[in-house]
């Protein structure tokens, strides 16, 4: 007879920090507990009910401190609103954010103004982010006024010394955006959100846009800049092969909701979750002739208006059965550090 052991469920305790709790490095920088973000789009019809768009559905993460984690997931499973919602660029429905021990949902203005400096954001579309009349250099010096950093006649040159950091040159400060390339100005707008020196930084989609061959070179950049100033990071991205030798953690993501979680190492060598299987199958193995088993999900990611009932994956799920549907998987650890949400693997 074969005894199976019950799988151990992650715990989610209240989330409580002393101030020597969050001065002490084996804190998380970044503490998730609960998070919601909902948005109410109106009714469709007058006699018919509100509809919800259900973005981000409870997620509890941590974020170490000079760790980079990357979220994976298709287009549509919330990680850009979550990115944003932890920065509260958009304002949670419910749930705590909890940055370096201060709760950043209940921040008033002044407190949001110093948290602005400490974590910062690096934008998908870099153009779209950056004033077409405003220079290079008028874009940066202007979180330097915002925030009361350095004096005036010491700015030129710390905006001189933030180009060189990140590949380009001084003189590039006197330049319009629509003068550089799709990859320079990706590497401007990593430099405006150094210019503040955060301890956090969401990169939303950084290298989406981005070629093949400047995608190497600004993940390259993050990877040099994380470990000279002691970044801690969240990086966002679609694709598991542009992450894959960047973080140090995945966050597995769909409709919402996290699936699997652990050390990036055992993710790729080990993945737990049908869903982070599928992913994984579908990046291109870089050697010739070489192939690997393609996992095909039929069907389109659900509506976030009307979620599934109970594993919101089953629906393309290659495995799921008549239990999935009737009660939410709760997240169980498979290994240090590893968990995932799924009761049939």
């Not at 973000?37 to 993460?61: C, M, Q, S």
């Not at 400060?173 to 959100?193: D, K, L, M, T, V």
């Not at 061959?213 to 969240?234: P, R």
């Not at 060598?269 to 050697?287: D, F, M």
Request: with cysteine; proline share 8%; net charge neutral.
């Amino acid at each position: 007879m074969s005894v199976t052991m019950a799988p151990k469920v992650v715990s989610q305790p209240e989330l409580s920090l002393t101030m020597s709790e969050a001065n002490n490095p084996a804190t998380p920088l970044v503490s998730l507990r609960g998070l919601q973000t909902r948005f109410n789009i109106g009714r469709k019809y007058p006699w018919t009910a509100e509809r919800i768009v259900h973005a981000v559905e409870d997620i509890n993460l941590d974020i170490q401190r000079g760790e980079i984690l990357g979220l994976v997931g298709e287009s549509g499973s919330g990680k850009t609103t979550l990115g944003r919602t932890v920065l509260r660029l958009v304002e949670p429905t419910d749930g705590r954010i909890v940055f370096d021990g201060t709760d950043v949902t209940s921040a008033n203005d002044d407190q949001l103004r110093d948290l602005r400096r400490r974590m910062q954001i690096i934008f998908q579309d870099p153009y779209a982010s950056l004033n077409p009349r405003m220079t290079v250099g008028e874009a940066i010096n202007e979180a330097y006024v915002i925030h009361r950093l350095h004096k005036p006649s010491e700015r030129r040159a710390r905006i001189g010394e933030l180009l060189s950091k990140v590949g380009l040159t001084p003189s590039h400060a006197n330049r319009f955006p629509h003068e550089f390339s799709g990859g320079q100005r990706q590497r401007i707008g990593i430099a405006r959100a150094l210019a503040v020196e955060p301890q956090f930084v969401v990169a939303d989609e950084p290298v989406s846009a981005l070629d093949v061959s400047i995608q190497a070179q600004v993940i390259n950049l993050l990877s040099d800049l994380k470990a000279e100033f002691g970044l801690t990071m969240l990086f966002i991205s679609h694709d598991l092969g542009v992450v894959e030798y960047l973080v140090d953690r995945i966050a597995v993501m769909y409709l919402g909701r996290l699936v699997e979680v652990g050390p990036a190492a055992d993710v790729y060598a080990n993945p737990r979750h049908p869903y982070t299987q599928a992913l994984l199958s579908a990046v291109p193995v870089p050697i010739p002739g070489r192939r690997k088993e393609r996992q095909i999900l039929q069907g389109d990611i659900p509506s976030p208006i009307s979620p599934p009932s109970g594993c919101v994956f089953r629906t393309r799920c290659p495995i799921a059965g008549p239990e999935c549907a009737k009660a939410l998987p709760p997240m169980e650890m498979v290994s240090p550090g590893h968990a995932k949400a799924c009761i049939k693997q």
